[in-house]
């Protein structure tokens, strides 16, 4: 990223009680002729569905506070490919329907290159507060395409209870972890070691990506040139496969998703978990059916030789090019990026934070016991394959690694097939 110039704009945003200040009237660049990079009035904020009520609550203020820049919540699907689709449609139709689009963090590379989104001005976000790994998930090509949202780590969710029991601290290898099953499972009959995302979907590329990270290598680099013709690349794809082998994942673990697993980690048949940080709040409360609520604790994800390196997740907030009132929208998406913004997320929809200085909160340490340990993952994190076309290098990915866990391919001859694959997608 080329040098910022690290100071906020005039305009601020949610304060503690949430009130609002004036816009400020910033332009933007855009390569549609139509759309007056100073207008004003009027915007869509575009994301999936929320069910927690928050960011309502936050378009709400924004509304009475802007009676004649008004912002409409249009939900998109909960499926992350859907919701990629529909908005690159509006984008190649060049309709001004969508104005604030939620990107994942793996689409800003995609979005740019077709000049889908805007590149934004360089001082109008705190990048100098934000954990570090997050604001390379908005550039491209040196440019700046979107302001930091919400960020995503990995966890190893564990049986807190059960490891106390036989005095073992959680595992930091996949070596410890296996030879921590070893000796709690014997008794735990309905139980077994391990579960990740492993079904045929984004989140198999998530878990493929931290294994290869993990274990030292890399899926692509940041031109987006494949490297899975090296040792560390099988090693990491060898510890899924063996791990399906030898029992260490559930037979059923290959159609694990995040609700799924989820369920089954609260039903007492997993003694360790890989998931999302939303998860601590859910699996916490007491509900039907939930075993491990009080019970458990979470730790980094295990790597080769010691902590693991999670996949970066996370959500970022860009203006679409085809907009219209893009002065308003670019206030807007300050408003939503700010600091309050994310302590309000953080405490009503357990989204994870971008800034350092909300992690280092010792009254929110003590509301989130997580954050700490979420914080790690974020900062060591690895972002995903950084392709232009990741829709399809995902689908090769998923495909691929799915083949070499049910057995169908070996790992060398999936690997070699998708160094061949992905590297033939690279423009």
Not at 49 to 68: A, F, M, Q, R, Y
Not at 213 to 227: E, K, L, M
Not at 286 to 298: E, I, P, S, W
């Amino acid at each position: 990223m080329r040098a910022i110039e690290r100071r906020l704009l005039p305009c601020t945003a949610v304060t503690a009680a949430l009130t609002l200040v004036g816009g400020c009237g910033l332009s933007a660049k855009s390569d549609e002729g139509g759309a007056d990079p100073k207008e004003r009035g009027p915007i869509t904020f575009v994301s999936g569905k929320n069910t927690s009520g928050t960011v309502e609550k936050l378009i709400d203020h924004w509304n009475d506070k802007h009676p004649d820049e008004k912002v409409t919540f249009v939900g998109l699907p909960e499926d992350g490919d859907e919701q990629r689709a529909k908005m690159a449609r509006n984008a190649k139709l060049k309709a001004d329907t969508y104005t604030v689009l939620t990107l994942d963090v793996v689409w800003t590379a995609e979005f740019a290159a077709n000049r889908w989104i805007d590149e934004i001005p360089e001082n109008s976000f705190p990048f100098d507060k934000t954990l570090g790994a997050v604001n390379g998930t908005v550039e491209y090509r040196g440019k700046l395409f979107g302001m930091p949202y919400a960020s995503d780590g990995a966890m190893l969710y564990y049986r807190k209870d059960l490891l106390k029991k036989a005095d073992i601290e959680p595992p930091r290898t996949w070596d410890e972890l296996r030879g921590t099953c070893g000796k709690i499972l014997p008794e735990q009959k309905e139980m077994s070691c391990y579960g990740g995302q492993f079904d045929k979907y984004e989140g198999l590329t998530v878990n493929f990506s931290e294994a290869v990270n993990s274990a030292g290598g890399q899926v692509t680099d940041a031109r987006g040139n494949p490297h899975l013709d090296t040792p560390e690349a099988k090693r990491g794809l060898d510890n899924l496969v063996e791990g399906f082998r030898d029992g260490t994942m559930p037979k059923k673990g290959i159609s694990y998703m995040e609700e799924n697993g989820r369920q089954d980690f609260e039903k007492g048949r997993l003694l360790f978990y890989r998931n999302w940080p939303y998860q601590y709040g859910v699996s916490n409360t007491k509900a039907k059916g939930n075993k491990v609520a009080g019970k458990f604790g979470v730790a980094p994800i295990p790597g080769e030789k010691g902590t693991g390196a999670s996949s970066l997740g996370g959500h970022n907030l860009a203006l679409s090019s085809s907009a219209r009132n893009k002065a308003t929208a670019l206030d807007f998406m300050r408003y939503m990026t700010s600091e309050e913004g994310a302590r309000l997320r953080l405490a009503k929809a357990t989204q994870a934070p971008v800034f350092e200085k909300v992690y280092d909160d010792p009254k929110l340490a003590e509301d989130f016991p997580w954050l700490p340990v979420l914080k790690k993952s974020i900062v060591g994190a690895e972002q995903r394959p950084r392709v232009v076309r990741y829709g399809d290098a995902s689908k090769v990915i998923q495909r691929e690694v799915h083949a070499a866990l049910t057995g169908k391919k070996s790992s060398a001859a999936a690997l070699e097939a998708l160094q061949k694959e992905l590297k033939a997608l690279k423009p």
